[in-house]
């Protein structure tokens, strides 16, 4: 049983940075695959970044590379989202998700736990 939470959501004009995290529960942490995904009004749940068990292979969506980074602190059971040069089109909803397993993968469908989601909104 893993729980999620999603933190550090809000409003930022564009070219500000907004760092999400994900708060895990449970102590198996570091045996998950961990993932970001977000989803616009009226649009599907798209994929944004995902790191592996072990930490190492960080991958990411075209649309964010070079902006955005993923990261995993096994200390204290989290993942974060650093965004960087945000733009309009990141606004969304962002959701952490988890996935028994080692491997990162992109589709929503694959992974097995969800948080509940924050807003993030950037302004023009």
């Known amino acids: 049983q893993v729980q999620l939470v999603e933190s550090g959501g809000g409003l930022v004009q564009t070219g500000g940075s907004l760092r999400l995290s994900c708060a895990a529960s449970g102590r198996t942490f570091s045996s998950y695959a961990m993932g970001w995904f977000r989803q616009a009004p009226g649009k599907e749940r798209e994929f944004v970044a995902a790191?592996?068990?072990?930490?190492?292979?960080?991958y990411y969506a075209d649309s964010v590379k070079g902006r955005f980074t993923i990261s995993r602190d096994y200390a204290k059971n989290t993942v974060a989202l650093q965004m960087n040069s945000l733009k309009p089109v990141d606004t969304a909803v962002y959701y952490c998700?988890?996935?028994?397993?080692?491997?990162?993968?992109?589709?929503?469908?694959?992974?097995?736990?969800w948080g509940q989601g924050t807003q993030v909104t950037v302004s023009s």
């Open positions: 790191i592996i068990g072990s930490g190492g292979n960080p």
């Open positions: 998700a988890a996935r028994s397993g080692s491997v990162a993968v992109t589709t929503p469908r694959r992974y097995d736990y």
